[in-house]
C-alpha cells in the first residue's frame, strides 16, 4: 500500500515563507506527475502546481513567480518552496501523486496525502 505523508505546514505571517515536502512510501515502481492542491475554507480544491517525472512543471497563476515545485525522484518525495505568502494562499494542502505502479506492469493508481494546514495571516 502506497501512502503519502506531508509535512511542513503552519502559521505564518504575509510576505514569510514556508516549504512543504511530501513523501510517497510503501511498494513503489515509479510515479509520473506529482502536485501541490490548496482547497480553502469553503471552497473546491485547486491545483497549485505540478511536477513531471522529467520535471516539467506547471502553475496555477496565483501562485506564478512565488511558489516552487521540485522533486526527488530517488527519493519519491515532493517539495513546495512558497514564498511572498498571502492571506489568500491560506488552506490545507494536499498531495497528489498520479500514475504510480507498484510494480513495473501493474495498473496505475493516483493516491493523495492527508493534507497539512497552511495559515497566512495578513
Known amino acids: 500500500q502506497v501512502q503519502l505523508v506531508e509535512s511542513g505546514g503552519g502559521l505564518v505571517q504575509a510576505g514569510g515563507s514556508l516549504r512543504l515536502s511530501c513523501a510517497a512510501s510503501?511498494?513503489?515502481?515509479?510515479?509520473?506527475?506529482m502536485g501541490w492542491y490548496n482547497q480553502a475554507p469553503g471552497k473546491q480544491r485547486e491545483l497549485v502546481a505540478v511536477i513531471t517525472r522529467g520535471g516539467r512543471t506547471n502553475y496555477a497563476d496565483s501562485v506564478k513567480g512565488r511558489f516552487t515545485i521540485s522533486r526527488d525522484n530517488a527519493k519519491n518525495t515532493v517539495y513546495l518552496q512558497m514564498n511572498r505568502l498571502k492571506p489568500e494562499d491560506t488552506g490545507v494542502y494536499y498531495c497528489n501523486a498520479e500514475g504510480v505502479r507498484e510494480f513495473r506492469f501493474t495498473t496505475p493508481r493516483d493516491y493523495w496525502g492527508q493534507g497539512t494546514q497552511v495559515t497566512v495571516s495578513s
Open positions: 510503501g511498494s513503489i515502481f515509479s510515479i509520473n506527475d
